[in-house]
């Protein structure tokens, strides 16, 4: 464990080396560049200068809805999961009927799931006009609340069967521990982590103007590379050549997109809450920029979602189909993270276009086909192919994700049914105008 922790730590302490810091110099740079773009532009356009935030408007429409649908999510998580287990363990103790219990208390879970974490969020997103990103708060928290309250259960649960079993005290954490796991950045329930002497406020309050500044720094790429882009590809035939270029076109968005993202939210957001609680393990990523295949891109690209794939989805496969179908656990866990952002991808962007899914499929046969012809040996160059098929994977990605969005706004659906609202028109919209140059 320890060996392991200071690989983590290994990770974070590479963004303050000086070459590594050098990197982020650059980025900084680039930001300055969209800025006095953007303030140029405006001055020679309106002789003024007036630097909008039309974008982050946009995409955070009606937040303080999303807020609220938080709100409603975190209350539930925060009150009925603790009360049902509390409840169904002094149940366990004084009634002779345990499964009957269990049962009850399983049901009471599921119904609440089902509506408050289940129904709710999904409703809420479909039915009001959300802008992309509040949706991603709403369904991303949603999803989170889900796999914290399955790792609580999937701690407690089995310690308290078993001292019933040998007759022993059935007693639950304190109510505070529970509340410390939900705001700590961790999707793993356990009743005690490792914690940093004091809070370093400074370092709080610069990753949180940090995540800020990306995410105005997202808005000016969208903005300079993107909407120019995409949102005039119907003034003109979309012929092949220009399908092709546009994929090619999206690369450097796409590729400043991710990077921004990691940045933002695996290193800034999740290190300021590490630090405002105290929570020493700081393992959210390793250095994934090192891959050399994609299985090991996910391992280490955001490792706080894949701990909790590999104990609760592929461990569990594992025990249910045995030890020698891991091949069947692997491409099992892989799908089911496929449909699960895929899920998140059509309500936040209102349309269906599967891309992860294929996309993790792929994945688990390149990784099967790595370890059989390779052992594991690196190959020569290999970072440099894993890095051109990222980049070309993320770039056709950007690009019909971008097409199919402004699909949406150039050949509105005259019936707005859910079905309608999910799947894709992009191919409808422009299929009279693709054609083959000659």
Known sequence: MDGKRDSWALA???LEVEHFRTIYNIFVAVLCIFVLRAVVVDFIDNECIVLDFEVLIFAFGRLHMALLAWLVMFLYTLLVPYKVLQIWARSLETLQLPTAVTVIAAAVLLIGHATVLGFYPVYTVI???????SCFVIILEQLRFLMKIHSFLREIAPPILRARSNDGKMGLPPFSTYLYFLFCPTLIYRENYPRTPHVRWRYVIENFAKFLGCLFYGSLLFKCLSIPIFSNMNKQPLTLR???????NATLPALYLVLLMFFCFFHCWLNAFAEMLRFAD?????????ATSFPTFFRTWNVVVHDWLYYYIY???????????????????????GVVHEYAFTL???????FTLPFSIVVV???????TFTHGNKRPNSNILFWTYLLLGLALQFCLQSLEWYSQIHCPVQKSTFWMKVTTHFWSCYSSAITTPS
Do not use: H
Not at 242 to 248: K, Q
Not at 282 to 290: A, H, I, P
Not at 348 to 354: A, E, K, S, V
């Open 12 to 14: 974070i302490i590479l």
């Open 127 to 133: 039915s009001q006009p959300f802008g992309p990103a």
């Open 242 to 248: 220009r399908l092709v270029l546009s994929v090619f």
């Open 282 to 290: 700081r393992g959210f990523y390793k250095d994934w920029w090192n």
């Open 315 to 337: 461990q569990d496969l594992l025990w249910v189909f045995k030890a020698k179908a891991q091949s069947v656990a692997l491409l099992s866990t892989f799908i089911i993270s």
């Open 348 to 354: 936040c962007f209102g349309f269906f276009y599967p």
């Open 365 to 371: 046969l390149e990784g099967m086909f790595y370890s």
